[in-house]
């Protein structure tokens, strides 16, 4: 499955990289390079231009595609516009390789992606897809720590990275990221069809940030949040069996979330409150008309008793 290049410093495994592009200027490059630099490269890029309408950007993809310097080869396909999942779909189905690596043309990766995370898929063979934690960049500087897991742990929320290796046989058995869905979660979607081939598949990730993900306010993702409950009762509906066959485990997990928000919220206004410091507006508004049978007059009540204790003092 690997064998030895002329440069005893890379290994080529049995591994292809999609990156999708869209008027994303010289970004592109950021990302083409993080891929070329791996300590395990990829026996060939693929971009999927979907639909550039932008000159700059597709100048940058034409350097690229005649640059013989760059140490893996590069094919790039050029589509109309018809969103990130058709072109994801257009890249992997391009690929040869039994695992393809999926990269958004805007990120980058750590150095050792590749090589730690296809050695995950290799391991377990009922892994279906890997990835890794994330660092964020631009207005974010944070580690975000997603934990992977089986179709029940999907089920609420996304555990996976868009960035990820899979297999491209399992691939073959779904019907490929939903094109219909525009307006973002379509990974979600994904994963969850991928972990639904079988009940033993999970989803890996390697604990350690190796993928670069930018944010901006305007990002598609953040802009995607807008739409989360029409999105996830899309999601939902298609899924219904399983949501179905595992309703207390979703259930019990969205309580397990929630109630996590609403412990953080109050203790950063007991903070407030311990440091003589204001508090916003609509905390004032949530203490005096709290939600009920959610834990929220509770939070108030434990919230309200901290401050009537300083009072006293």
């Not at 992977?148 to 929320?157: A, D, E, I, V």
Request: hydrophobic residues 40%; contains cysteine; aromatic residues 6%.
């Amino acid at each position: 499955m690997m064998k030895i290049t002329d440069n005893e410093n890379h290994i080529i495994s049995n591994v292809e990289a999609v990156i999708t592009s869209y008027n994303q200027g010289s970004m592109i490059l950021d990302a083409v390079q993080s891929v070329c630099s791996q300590t395990l490269l990829p026996t060939r890029i693929i971009i999927v231009d979907d639909g550039s309408t932008d000159q700059y950007s597709l100048d940058i993809l034409n350097r690229i595609e005649n640059d013989s310097n760059l140490s893996v080869p590069i094919t790039i396909y050029f589509q109309e516009n018809r969103g990130v999942s058709a072109a994801r779909n257009t890249g992997i189905n391009k690929a040869q390789a039994s695992m393809v690596l999926v990269l958004d043309g805007d990120d980058k990766l750590e150095p050792e992606y590749i090589e730690h995370v296809s050695n995950l898929l290799c391991e377990n063979p009922k892994m279906v897809i890997a990835s890794s934690w994330i660092r964020t960049f631009g207005v974010l500087d944070a580690v975000v720590c997603p934990a992977g897991g089986n179709l029940t742990s999907f089920l609420s929320h996304n555990c996976c990275p868009a960035t990820h290796i899979l297999r491209k046989t399992i691939y073959e058995q779904c019907t490929g990221y939903d094109e219909s869905m525009r307006s973002g979660f379509e990974d979600w979607e994904f994963f969850l069809t991928m972990l639904e081939t079988s009940p033993e598949a999970h989803i890996g990730i390697v604990e350690k940030p190796l993928i670069q993900y930018r944010t901006a306010p305007a990002s598609a993702n953040i802009k995607s949040m807008n739409k989360r409950l029409e999105l996830m009762r899309y999601i939902i509906e298609k899924h219904i069996n399983s949501y179905s066959s595992n309703l207390i485990h979703v259930l019990m997990d969205i309580e397990a979330i929630s109630d996590s928000r609403l412990f953080g919220w109050e203790n950063e206004i007991i903070h407030s409150i311990n440091n003589h410091q204001g508090i916003s507006e609509l905390a004032n508004e949530l203490i005096k008309n709290p939600s009920y049978g959610d834990g929220g007059m509770a939070s108030a009540v434990r919230i309200a008793s901290i401050d009537q204790s300083k009072c006293k003092l």
